[in-house]
């Protein structure tokens, strides 16, 4: 989504709308690989006409809007919520919250975490780490200045949690904890095992550090102009188009015209 599908002004260009229609129109198939929860990516489903499960929480889960089912998820540990007290303690000018199925709890209010909150809009539950109900979390979010960011990833190697879990930069001011081994691309491998959906060729397209591994593991990976040095390196196609010049619709006309031998 970020830097990718929405534009700097957190907007779906006309120009992608109507390339993923035409798409559509034409037989292909289109979802999103989020890092949003089920409740904060609602109000994009009608936008794009979305009838495809889509991957959220950065792969932790993949949610079917239309059945209004979980398909899959893959929570993290019990001694997350540790892990999340001790990095908060050393650090405690961060911001954080915890996602699940069943919505946002956020346990540090700072003003990096109320920019994420209206960047999502959502109306989360506002709690202490320890009232979080034990089970079920797929991720964890701190969001800190950009410069504290580097310190809390070298927190999270000198505790040992990254050993448990997963940390991964999802943008300048936000550290995310995963469960160990999840990704948006891990989630891509369990999409391939839905029903339906055997021996699809999936092209995927992203800009940031948890995109990466979406990248890689698609059959052709592409990132938008615009995108980190590492997607750049890994992605089989670099579009000319960043993301407010329409990339998404760019990818897309590379497709269909591969599709009709152009």
């Excluded at 993290?76 to 405690?92: G, Q, T």
């Excluded at 995927?204 to 979406?214: K, V």
Aim: charged share 25%; proline share 4%; hydrophobic share 40%.
């Amino acid at each position: 989504m970020d830097g990718t599908l929405l534009n700097s002004k957190k907007e779906i260009s006309d120009t992608d709308r109507k390339a993923i229609e035409h798409f559509t129109s034409l037989g292909g198939r289109f979802t999103v690989a989020t890092g949003r929860t089920i409740q904060s990516f609602t109000q994009f489903v009608e936008i794009l006409g979305l009838r495809e499960p889509v991957i959220m929480y950065n792969g932790a889960a993949i949610h079917d809007y239309v059945s209004g089912e979980t398909l899959y998820t893959h929570p993290l540990p019990p001694e997350c919520r540790e892990m999340a007290i001790k990095l908060l303690e050393a650090m405690p000018e961060a911001g954080g919250e915890v996602l699940r199925t069943d919505g946002t709890y956020v346990f540090s209010n700072t003003e990096y975490q109320q920019l994420h909150t209206r960047l999502c809009n959502i109306i989360p539950e506002y709690v202490s780490l320890p009232e979080i109900e034990e089970g079920g979390w797929l991720k964890v979010l701190f969001s800190l200045a950009p410069e504290d960011v580097p310190h809390m990833e070298v927190l999270t190697r000198q505790f040992g949690f990254d050993k448990k879990a997963d940390f991964v930069r999802s943008a300048d001011i936000f550290l995310e904890m995963l469960p160990l081994g999840v990704s948006k691309g891990s989630a891509l491998t369990e999409y391939r095992k839905l029903k339906g959906f055997e021996g699809f060729t999936f092209v995927s397209i992203g800009d940031f550090d948890n995109d990466l591994e979406m990248v890689q593991a698609a059959d052709i990976g592409a990132c938008p102009a615009n995108a980190e040095k590492c997607v750049k390196s890994a992605a089989d196609i670099v579009l000319t188009s960043t993301n407010d010049e329409g990339a998404v619709a760019e990818l897309i006309d590379i497709i269909v015209n591969k599709a009709v031998g152009l």
